[in-house]
């Protein structure tokens, strides 16, 4: 766990004007920024970045958070990774916390010691480790030039090479061990160990190396913080594998990385859509005929974390893939991964290109037109959902149907989005035959229709009091020591506000140092994954309206006395709830002073 202490002194050394303006233009309007937003597509800027309140909000989706939270949603970080990204930038080191221990001083501290060591010797390997994949990377960019047939084989296939600059694409060599020329220390024993453990030398059992890729067409992979992490080998001549990928290493797991996602966030954005294609050819066919925002998985099925990804990019993936068996199980793979992963606002759909053609292939003989007329064609995850189930069954018989039923279920049981839930629900109800109520008896689904309800429609309220109270202290902390904290008691219909309070304040206490400029963000990182996080954002949203001349004691002072009458009317009706006989003379006083004051 990071420390809050850490967290606030990495939030005072960065701005989030900064951290944000590195992707995303902004332009000045007032004492804020403002751009469109970079997680929905716009034509009229609703995300605004405050600089004296370190956090930025998205009018029109909602986005919403610190310096922190960007690094999260933009760059597909955990909030660890990011935290050390942004540190990283500032020249901090993130300290190492240790758990608390019950054991002696001297084995505490012995511990202590090892686990730091741990920790530094990992760091210092992912240091190492990117450094043996650039120049690795740089390598093979050399040896192209002096291909003659990687190069004709490159333009066989259509690529220019400004095209292979772009991708940095490279060259193999044909022999065992070409790397010892990248590397004037190859024979080292630490650099050994080094490039075998990056994948790119393997080490067999009579402890000689040789290159893991040889005579290949090489595509290096580029995280989402723009380095070097594996590479994916092409084979020029015949053989096999004909794609040969960086094995798993502590840099490279291929089950998290997307080819091209880097390179491709801004056209991401522009286009509203990703397009996922099956191989790196794909990719850079697609980007030299104008169609810049497509990614690959790098030889495996798509995963949910991939998905996750993806989402956090736009709103819309497209997943294309070849019109044969193989394509359709590996789209119905895609589709059952990405259930969970959807929301009510994202769309994912299926491209399946005419058989015999590949993304490559196609755009090659028909052109960027031909495929933007494909992209019209896609069929959205419901109709290829049911299109699927229904083709693995007779729905003209009683027993068919019921099967498409029990066959639904464990897919509908996935989905978390209220919505999509109760339109696949309804679509199911009109193919099998079965009412909607009948269905969610049968398949033991929550009433999605009656969640909709409440969550689409909630009850129109004034802000609360606690409420009120929530963004003082967000803006100004200090105010915690003017706080009635008796009048904070729970209250049934506040309760969350409530609960939201009584945590700030704990955080407050348990924090006095924080203040200025850091009170907000510290708060947004404090409760990331807190139950409180959607109502603190949106209580720190309300307070960008507040400028430097805002009456902080009148808003505070005006907060309290609406809380106090609040508590006086509430106190008042459970008196006058009882009768006159049952109340105690202290309670007759009590009420009397209640009513004239």
């Known amino acids: 766990m990071i420390s809050q202490s850490f967290i606030q002194e990495l939030l005072n050394r960065i701005d989030i004007v900064d951290v944000i303006e590195r992707d995303v233009p902004l332009r000045k309007a007032g004492a804020n920024y403002t751009a469109c937003c970079p997680f929905h597509s716009e034509k009229t800027p609703s995300f605004t970045v405050s600089p004296t309140k370190q956090f930025y909000h998205c009018f029109g989706c909602g986005a919403h958070g610190s310096a922190i939270g960007f690094a999260m949603e933009y760059g597909g970080m955990n909030f660890v990774e990011a935290v050390n990204d942004l540190a990283s930038r500032a020249g901090l080191q993130v300290p190492v916390q240790q758990p608390e221990s019950h054991r002696g001083t001297e084995e505490s501290a012995s511990g202590s010691g090892l686990a730091q060591s741990n920790v530094r010797g990992t760091e210092n390997s992912s240091r190492d480790l990117l450094e043996v994949t650039s120049v690795a990377a740089q390598f093979y960019r050399e040896q192209l030039r002096y291909s003659k047939n990687a190069i004709a ?311 609360s009091p606690f409420r009120w109270l929530i963004q003082v202290l967000l803006y100004d902390p200090g105010y915690i020591r003017k706080l009635d904290r008796e009048l904070l008691t729970q209250d049934q219909e506040y309760s969350e506000e409530v609960a939201a309070l009584a945590a700030l304040v704990e955080f407050i206490d348990t924090h006095p140092n924080i203040g200025g400029n850091t009170a907000i963000p510290s708060a947004i990182a404090y409760f990331h994954d807190s139950p409180h996080r959607v109502l603190m954002e949106k209580a720190e949203s309300q307070t960008l309206a507040w400028d430097s001349g805002i009456d902080l004691e009148a808003e505070f002072a005006g907060a309290m006395t609406r809380l106090r009458e609040m508590k006086r009317k509430q106190r008042m009706a459970a008196l006058h709830s009882k009768s006159l006989s049952a109340l105690t003379p202290e309670e007759k006083q009590e009420l009397q002073r209640m009513a004239v004051s």
């Open 153 to 463: 084989y490159l333009k066989q296939r259509g690529l220019t090479g400004q095209t292979a600059a772009r991708f940095g694409i490279g060259y193999a060599p044909s022999g065992w061990q070409n790397l010892e020329a990248a590397f004037s220390d190859y024979a080292a024993k630490a650099k050994k160990k080094l490039l075998v453990e990056s994948g790119l030398v393997i080490e067999n059992d009579d402890g000689k190396c040789y290159d893991r890729f040889r005579d290949r067409i090489m595509f290096p992979i580029i995280n989402l913080k723009g380095r070097i992490v594996g590479f994916g080998g092409r084979i020029l001549e015949q053989g096999e594998p004909k794609y040969l990928n960086s094995p798993e290493t502590p840099l490279f797991q291929k089950g998290r990385e997307l080819y091209n996602l880097f390179a491709a966030r801004r056209a991401i954005r522009e286009a509203g859509k990703v397009i996922v294609v099956e191989g790196y050819m794909d990719v850079v066919a697609l980007f030299q005929h104008g169609i810049e925002n497509a990614v690959a998985a790098l030889g495996t099925a798509t995963t949910p974390y991939h998905i996750q990804k993806l989402l956090r990019q736009t709103d819309s993936v497209v997943f294309c893939f070849d019109g044969d068996n193989a394509g359709r199980k590996a789209a119905w793979r895609a589709l059952e991964d990405s259930l969970a992963q959807l929301g009510d606002g994202k769309t994912i759909s299926f491209l399946f290109l005419p058989e015999g053609e590949d993304p490559d292939s196609y755009i090659r003989k028909f052109g960027k037109e031909g495929f933007e007329g494909l992209l019209k064609q896609t069929l959205p995850l419901s109709v290829f959902l049911f299109r699927e189930l229904s083709a693995r069954v007779d729905l003209k018989t009683s027993e068919g149907r019921a099967k498409l039923v029990q066959d639904a279920k464990p897919l509908l049981a996935r989905i978390t989005a209220p919505a999509l839930a109760l339109m696949l629900l309804k679509r199911l109800a009109e193919i099998s035959g079965f009412s909607q109520g009948e269905l969610e008896s049968l398949l033991k689904l929550r009433r999605v229709s009656a969640s909709l309800s409440r969550e689409k429609l909630p009850r129109q309220q004034p802000a």
